[in-house]
């Protein structure tokens, strides 16, 4: 079963997220050359079989980006887009979503988001957070996330789950951000916030 996490603990992964937001809109943004408005994400802790079922159907057509996570805390990053999404993105950068330019595309905008958030994470508290290579898939969301969870070594219970409504110049394109910590990743980070004792 998923900790129970208090309202100040949430507070505070809140606030990661809302910094990770700002940054990640400023960069797509200066990316693909549009404005960028990105809403404040909803931010929780999901029990890992939960996981796909927040995000769609388990058996819609997505494109998910993963990335390893180095340093401190151990975990992995997966970025799921939609099918509609990836082809705004990529329409966006003149690119199609099912070209080896757009798949590259979509790795290198998963490559800046995750970093957007892994960096608000590191500052809020000082630890050495650093996603590693992306890797790219198109599959049934279901597929995409079990895969993730399978190369995420010794996963915790649960997952950070946020989901943000994306609007580039009017046109929608959302997605997801799944945070997926080693176990007791999640209590070192908030002991580095002062929430909790350190392990």
């Known amino acids: 079963m998923a900790d129970v996490y208090s309202e100040m603990e949430m507070s505070a992964i809140r606030e990661i997220a809302n910094i990770g937001t700002g940054t990640a809109a400023t960069a797509l943004g200066q990316l693909i050359g549009r ?8 931010a929780e802790f999901v029990p890992l079989g939960e996981v796909a079922e927040r995000i769609g159907s ?12 180095f340093g401190d805390v151990p975990a992995a990053v997966l970025l799921v ?19 080896e330019m757009g ?8 490559n800046i988001l995750a970093a957007s958030y892994t960096n608000a994470i590191g500052t809020m508290t000082g630890l050495q957070i650093e996603p590693n290579t992306p ?10 996330v079990s ?35 080693e176990q007791s990743a999640i209590d070192a980070l908030l002991a580095r916030l002062g929430l909790r004792a350190a392990a």
């Open 81 to 99: 887009f939609a099918k509609s999404a990836a082809e705004t993105l990529c329409t966006s950068l003149g690119c199609d979503a099912d070209s």
């Open 147 to 181: 895969t993730a969870l399978v190369m995420t070594v010794e996963a915790a219970d649960s997952a950070l789950f946020m989901e943000t409504a994306v609007t580039i110049e009017g046109e929608a394109c959302d997605f997801a951000f799944l945070f997926l910590p």
């Open 35 to 42: 404005g960028i408005d990105i809403a404040v994400p909803a």
């Open 58 to 69: 388990v058996e819609s057509r997505t494109i998910g980006v993963f990335l390893p996570v």
């Open 135 to 144: 890797t790219l898939a198109e599959d049934m969301l279901g597929s995409i």
């Open 103 to 110: 798949h590259s595309a979509l790795r290198e905008i998963g």
